[in-house]
Every structure is written in C-alpha cells, then in structure tokens.
C-alpha cells in the first residue's frame, strides 16, 4: 500500500452540495494530518490540519480523521465554482530528531456551476 | 507583501548547464524546503533546512544542492541539468521545523532541453 492514497479524481459535484475528499495512509505512526488546496498553475496553500480522531471545523471545511481506520477526509460544504481546484492530502510524523512529511498526489475537484 | 519570492518564474535549460533557483523569504521562518512537482508523482521534497547553516537531503536529492548561509535565502543549484529535472519547483518554508505547516512560493518552472 502506498504511504498516502488519493483518488485522482476528477470529483465532480454541483454548486451547493457538499464535496467529500478521502485520503488513506498505510503508516500507522502518522500524527499530524494536513490538506493543502493547490489552484491549477499555483503553488499549495494550507487549509486545515487535524492531530485528534474526529471532526475540525473551519467555516465551509470540516476535516475528518480516524486513525484505527487510517483514512482523513475534507467535507466543504456549499460548494463554490471558487473550490474548484486539487486538494493534497498530507501526513507528518516524527521520530526521534528526524520527521516526515508526505504528500499524497491530490484529488482534483470541479465545482459546477 | 511578507512570504517567499522565488526566481525565476520559468527557465527552459540546455542539458548540461549549472542553474540555480532562488528562494527568498521575509517571515523570518527558521525552516526551508524544496519540492519537485511532477504530474503523476506530486510533491517530493529534495532537500531541506531545519536552521541557518544546516541542510539535509530528502526523498530525490541526487542531481541537486542547497546551501543556507542566512536565515532568509535557500538556493537550488542544479550543477549539470538533465531532462528528467525538468519540473516544477516549489520553496516553502515553516516557522519551525517539524511542522506540516508550510508557506509555499509561487514556484519555478523549469524545462531541460
């Protein structure tokens, strides 16, 4: 299994209903869990990190994390044309003076209009 | 505008030469990163740099090295391009090290002819 596993994509889902993007991950040691939003022919930005099992909540975005099961989510509600964009998934980890983080190679999402 | 400036923003490269990408930044963070992004493969990191005068390599740091004589500059030098370096470039950086927190740059597109 790859350390972070993302569907490609692309999701597809109408103005107004909720996008829903998963994110599976084989380290079990994995403490920290971060989406980053990246527009086509931009750089990443940071929309949400989780460290507990549950639910964050920041406005539109809801980050999910269950770490028994090894899968974190991103739920944005109300989608907007404006989302529209390539959602990374990523993980940290630490070990000692050494840590990790690692990418996964993102969902692209299309918001219609 | 603080965050971090990179150059140049694109650069086609005979194979062969030496280039070096810059990376400036103004916020003061004491860690710095390079990614390559590669469609099909997404973010990996080629070196970093947890404090001044420190460096360390990542997950494809052959080809390529970085030096950090200050806190605010991280330059990239390809000593002898190669097709395969032809990517998209990406500093970051981090208040801290070990964090999955990242401010990235714009991002320097690079072609080796």
């Known amino acids: 299994q790859k350390e972070v596993e993302q569907n490609s994509g692309p999701l597809s889902v109408p103005e107004g209903a909720i996008a829903s993007l998963n994110c599976t991950y084989s380290?079990?040691?994995?403490?920290?869990f971060f989406w980053y939003r990246q527009y086509s022919g931009k750089s990443p930005e940071l929309i949400m990190f989780?460290?507990?099992?549950g639910d964050k909540e920041d406005g539109r975005f809801t980050a999910q994390l269950n770490k028994a099961s090894q899968y974190v989510s991103l739920l944005i509600r109300d989608s907007q044309p404006s989302d529209s964009a390539t959602y990374l998934c990523?993980?940290?980890?630490?070990?000692?003076?050494?840590?990790?983080?690692?990418f996964g190679k993102g969902t692209l999402l299309t918001v219609n209009p | 505008i603080a965050g971090i400036t990179q150059a140049p923003t694109s650069q086609i490269l005979a194979a062969g030469r030496r280039m070096t990408l810059r990376c400036t930044q103004d916020?003061?963070?004491?860690?710095m990163y390079w990614y390559r992004q590669d469609l099909g493969l997404g973010l990996r990191l080629i070196h970093y740099?947890?404090?001044?005068?420190?460096?360390g390599k990542g997950e494809v740091p052959d080809g390529y090295s970085v030096s950090r004589a200050n806190t605010d500059d991280f330059p990239l030098t390809l000593a002898s391009a190669v097709p395969s370096q032809t990517s998209v470039y990406f500093c970051?950086?981090?208040?801290?090290?070990?964090?999955?927190?990242?401010?990235f740059g714009e991002g320097s597109r690079l072609t080796v002819l």
């Open positions: 990523a993980l940290w980890r630490s070990g000692g003076s050494n840590y990790k983080l690692t």
């Open positions: 916020m003061r963070h004491n860690a």
């Open positions: 989780i460290y507990s099992n």
């Open positions: 740099s947890n404090t001044a005068g420190t460096t």
């Open positions: 970051a950086s981090s208040p801290t090290p070990g964090t999955g927190e990242l401010f």
């Open positions: 380290d079990r040691g994995s403490q920290s």
